[in-house]
């Protein structure tokens, strides 16, 4: 009965839909009436309402929904959703200032006379909007009513026109800032704690230990980490489209033919021209980005950047041709370069620390800087409500997308708990598990599933109902260890086509209603199929190089201010990967340097400080050898783990197996205590004889030499640990003992000081390494491409 109310769920979803319901309603509505529908069943039945639910009654289902959404977002970590509606705010205002006319209008004119120039122009334009606004909508039709007539009056094709507009319009749920990596990283935040926990019982059923090494945990996502993923794959698709219609013009001259400008082609007016159109986009990108790339900014922060940066490019727009309509921007240049300029020039800017004159004068500045900022912000917002009443209309709809990003977001929770009520997360689970091929066939049907969707449900929808329901099975996966970050900007890459897919395609519906009648509906489906196809294959290449999404957000954190110390387990393996490279041209300078300080005469230290560095020095060339006893280790493993893996992988699914019958038996004998001494109990009791004698058909099939491969495998792995241990044992020890006495030896031989202070600092990114507090930053650039690959984790499990 269960699977009958999963599918009454889903048909009353996708009927309620389809009648052109709001999402808003659609969802929740689908939810309520299910559960309702089951309790009433239940009860005439059974006499019980709960008994087509998998537990509880339907009361707490009902409830379960608005419960989890408000214990997740009413804690005071959870913000990440804040920052939606300033983005909102910051893309509608700079939709008002009509940037996108003058971008258009210039960059046409700018790549005109190259084949294809005009779709590049509207596909280089696209992305500078989609950085800064990440409206499709507005995107779509500003170049629908600027571009589309250009191009066909300079004889472009028309499914080749309608398809470029189209698809540049989507770059913006895919380039940052965008929505939908906001709401994909706050759902997947939900996910990695939910596959944390599927993890750490998969690592305890496997080992029998109840603590997990860190290593092993889920690397979780964050929106700012979001950002920096899908930024390389945005421009990545960006470039796709590009070559796409510059090949098709070269190869069908007729389809896209180069504009020639009149006159000349390079004056300094029109780099003038084309200087002003790309400044203000610029500026916005370096403002919002620039500040989360660099780490000065969080998204909340970087969001309440874009706003003020919006109203004041549009403070400016609004009565542009006015003498003062430069003030408020020129006010607020001033003042933050005051501010920056008091920053740098060392004032003690701290009011409860200020002692000095100067600092008071400092302060004086501060202050008068910090007024000039609030007082231009005022001035354009003002001047922004005043004309054509832009703020009051800017926040009207800023306040009704939130709105409605809320309510669905409300009304997913409720239906992903009438889904879980009736069984159907482990139903997916059990789905998916019993996939041949492991985990990228379960990825690939997830993809595929995905995709189909996009054809009848908006990017919304896909994302608070499908991500909640697959991620954490995905990401709890220990053979290929994805980030959550990466499964989100694949998602991302994946759900963007529901903007082009039809007969539900939003960009296509936005193109149709301001495209000429001249433009059938069939020349826009026609033109955006190519691009469909290359956004699946900008997919399928970042599937491929997981570096693309992982390499941005590792580096900024192992960059960043709140960077973790080298001897983090997790950065482990590619910081051995790099120093033991090193060490490759560096050991026999340091055996060397290490010697000829154990030559020098130390008879000017106390006995201790003697036999302290006596040792240290000692130990130097013993962490050296054992790198080398790491290394055979290592490759001893890896001959091993080839034969291993596919015996292991075999016999840990047959555990899996059994494990689920173990729990379905638990289940059936719950449900014969209710039915005992009835034909339904005899059903039941037959139900979990079967299920045993399945179990033990199971364990026969598990190989006798299972437990000494087992075995073998974990003592070798149990000796490489070992090794490593000893290693950084060794030189951390070594290093800070010679630190340790180089103060000391100052005072009593500055001679041998200097030495071991040359060979401290020559052997600090190296042999004392794990002593420092953060990795420097170009052992972190470097090490960030080795971590950026998703590990095969299986073989710990």
Known sequence: MELLFLAILFLTMMFALGSGFPVAFALPGSAIITIILAAVVGTLLDGDSGAYFVRDGPLEWLTAGVTNFRGIYWEVERDTLIAIPLFIFMGIMLQRSKVAEDLLVTMAQLFGPVPGGLGISVVFVGALLAATTGIVGATVVAMGLISLPAMLRNNYSKPLATGTICASGTLGQIIPPSIVLIILADQLSNAVDQASSQRKELYKAATGDFSMPSHLEIISTSAGDMFLGAFLPGLLLVALYMIYIFVSAILRPGTAPAVPMEGRILTQQFILKVF?????????IFAVLGSILM?????NQAGAIGAIGAAMMASYRLVEGKKNAFYPVILMGLSLLLLVILINTGFNLKILTISTTMDYFGLVLALIGVAGLMVSILWALI???????????????????????????LGAAMLTAAFRAFGGEEIVKHGLGSLPGGFWTQFFVVMLVIFLLGFFLDFIEIAVVVVPIIAPILLADPSANVTAVWLGVMVGLNIQTSFLTPPFGFALFYLRGVADAAVKTIDIYKGVVPFIVLQLIGLAIVGYYPQLVNYLPTRSYLTGETSPPPRNPRLQACLNEHLFAEYQVTASTIRAEAAAIAALDMGKLDDTDRTKLTEAIANIPVALDQVSVITALENDRTVMAAEYKPFHTKVRK??????RLEDHIDELKDELRQYRNTSTGA????????????????????????????KAYQQLDRDLTNAQRLYHRTAERA????????EKARAVDPRLADQLTLFEENT???????AQDRLPVDIARQISGCLAVHRDLSLSF
């Not at 047959?654 to 494990?659: L, S």
């Open 276 to 284: 002003l159109a790309l400044l203000p986009p610029l500026l916005m």
């Open 295 to 299: 780490g000065v900014a969080t998204v």
């Open 383 to 409: 001047r922004c409500y005043r004309v054509e009443s832009t703020l009051h209309h800017v926040m009207l709809e800023t306040a009704k997308t939130t709105s409605m990003v809320f309510i669905i977001l």
């Open 654 to 659: 047959i555990e899996r197996d059994i494990r």
């Open 683 to 710: 059903r039941i009791q037959r139900d979990i004889d079967e299920s045993r004698a399945e179990i033990k058909a199971l364990k026969a099939t598990i190989p006798a030499d299972w437990a000494a491969r087992s």
């Open 735 to 742: 290093y800070t003992d010679i630190v340790s006495i180089i």
């Open 764 to 770: 600090r990114h190296s042999i004392g390494l794990l």
